[in-house]
């Protein structure tokens, strides 16, 4: 009879720090592969740039030409914003991109009767524009002023490892209509890129040219350029010459016209299309938006820490990251990038699948963006991928950011009725109440929240349209009720205490001082 098996053979210790990463926050590839996986990470990053502004530029009057500009403009932003959270702000590998947050109270704006009125497309496009600037201008004092007060710092006492589970996977699984809807609106490109990614990533990750994982490292680039040049072929070849309008606007390479209405050199600046007008109703509907992408990016930070093979960041240098994201979305709304920031999740989940942390790739990547905002045709031609390419990508990286949620339960005990209540439940809800809001507003052209005040409306529908929004305030107010006093082990406290402080935890400094001695002028609490 076989001796029964020891307790270690069963159970895994947990890990404060991720392993299995090749280099982590701050050990770097060679410079050659720092570009090339920098340049994977702008191309990845490519993708909500262009979709939110090829979505919400024709609802305002847009042309092409108007699109062109945004994404630019975004891209811009973007990479000027990656930089100061990753030297200033958090210092973690993490890419601030365009928010999916923002589109509820952005639309709310567009279809506001003062706007919808304007007779001329051009004017309309441009008077919107400036209403949504003023709306993010106004709005992103809200993160700012949590930021830098070390209010959100003082709020985040109150989370636990169980609170923190469901607020880090769904900042992955909440995006699910991100993943395969997108990618079954081609299938003929969508799947055999789902396909194409995960062989390359993960079953020929084993294939190594001088001592490099190349398939494995660079699997984004490998299968986009393969299936791009493939979804070319298709075009070229006029398979979609009789089909459906909205397919060929999936499937084709051709039907995006960003290339022929890309100027080839353009600055963006500051208050490029005119001065801002602000709204009171817009402003509050757009709080909401801030308020949801604050709670994103704190349980996206916490995703990008692990896949960095860091310790979770302290409850200060959170706070410093949110208020400088703030400072991101007030840039948003000077230079109009028609949506505010928050942490690129896709871009977090490549971490983990190249299994480079670096923070030197990431701050290359937002080189890449800026030299590309500014060279418009040559950013135009990357920006022309297919949206289902990127769908497919998203089908695997949404997933790996969630699984890495679910990996804090290690912390915790999963034998508690207590914890698998909570657990269960925020998940629930998560998911529950925001497809409720979706599906309720794709019925009614409304959502569930129709009062006559305009901005009570785009305050309720924005934060309940956000997956991680609702599972933070399901989680952490049922963690902090039910019989909280006895349970402090349970919910995985013990081991959380120590990353609350700067001090509590010796290799916070390794990852998270300031550059430039600056940690001289803003001591870490």
Not at 80 to 92: E, P, Y
Not at 151 to 166: D, N, Q, T
Not at 280 to 286: N, R, V, Y
Request: charged content about 15%.
């Amino acid at each position: 009879m076989a001796a029964d098996p020891k307790p270690e053979e069963i159970s895994h210790p947990p890990m404060d720090q991720l392993q299995g990463l090749e280099y982590c926050i701050d050990s770097n590839p060679s410079w050659g592969e720092s570009i090339a996986l920098g340049f994977q990470h702008y191309i990845l990053a490519l993708g909500t740039a262009v979709m939110i502004p090829s979505f919400l530029v024709p609802l305002m009057g847009g042309n092409h030409g108007d699109k062109v500009r945004v994404v630019q403009t975004l891209l811009f932003v973007e990479g000027i914003n990656t930089l100061l959270q990753t030297l200033f702000g958090t210092r973690l590998p993490t890419v601030i991109g365009g928010s999916y947050a923002f589109m509820v109270p952005i639309v709310s704006i567009i279809h506001d009767p003062s706007l919808t009125s304007i007779p001329d497309d051009h004017l309309r496009f441009l008077s919107t524009m400036r209403a949504v600037q003023g709306a993010l201008i106004v709005s992103s004092s809200i993160q700012i002023i949590l930021g830098y007060s070390q209010l959100w710092a003082i709020c985040s006492r109150f989370f636990s490892p169980i609170g923190m589970v469901p607020v880090i996977a769904l900042v992955g699984f909440g995006l699910f209509d991100r993943g395969f809807p997108v990618t079954g609106r081609c299938v003929e490109i969508g799947i055999p890129m789902l396909i194409l990614f995960i062989t390359c990533s993960q079953y020929l990750k084993g294939f190594q040219t001088k001592q490099l994982p190349i398939l494995e490292r660079f699997a984004l680039l490998i299968s986009i350029t393969v299936i791009w040049a493939y979804a070319h072929l298709l075009t070229a070849s006029g398979a979609y010459k009789h089909r459906p309008e909205i397919t060929q606007i999936n499937c084709r390479t051709d039907k995006a016209y960003l290339i022929s209405s890309a100027p080839w050199i353009k600055i963006p600046y500051p208050l490029q299309w005119g001065a801002p007008t602000f709204d009171a109703g817009h402003c509050f509907g757009m709080m909401a938006a801030v308020f949801v992408s604050l709670i994103e990016s704190t349980g996206a930070y916490k995703a990008a820490s692990r896949l960095a093979s860091a310790t979770p960041p302290p409850a200060h240098v959170l706070s410093r990251g949110i208020g400088w994201q703030g400072i991101g979305i007030l840039l948003d709304g000077l230079f109009g990038t028609l949506t505010g920031s928050t942490v690129s999740v896709e871009n977090i989940g490549l971490l983990g699948s190249t299994r480079v942390g670096s923070r030197r790739v990431i701050q290359i990547s937002a080189g890449f963006m800026i030299f590309f905002s500014i060279l418009g045709k040559f950013g135009a031609l990357f920006a022309s991928i297919p949206f289902p390419i990127f769908g497919a990508v998203y089908c695997v990286l949404f997933g790996l950011v969630a699984s890495v949620g679910l990996s804090f339960l290690q912390f915790t005990n999963m034998n508690s009725m207590r914890n698998l209540f909570i657990t269960g439940v925020a998940f629930f809800l998560g998911l529950s109440v925001p497809e409720y809001f979706r599906e309720y507003t794709s019925k009614a052209y409304h959502g569930p929240a129709h009062t006559r005040a305009g901005w009570f409306n785009d305050f309720l529908n924005t934060i309940f349209f956000s997956s991680p929004t609702v599972a933070l305030i399901v989680a952490v107010f049922l963690d902090n009720t039910l019989d909280y006093k006895d349970s402090a082990r349970d919910r995985g406290m013990p081991w959380w205490v120590k990353f609350r402080t700067f001090k509590g935890d010796s290799r916070n400094e390794e990852f998270y001082t300031l550059p430039f001695n600056l940690n001289r002028f803003f001591p870490p609490s």
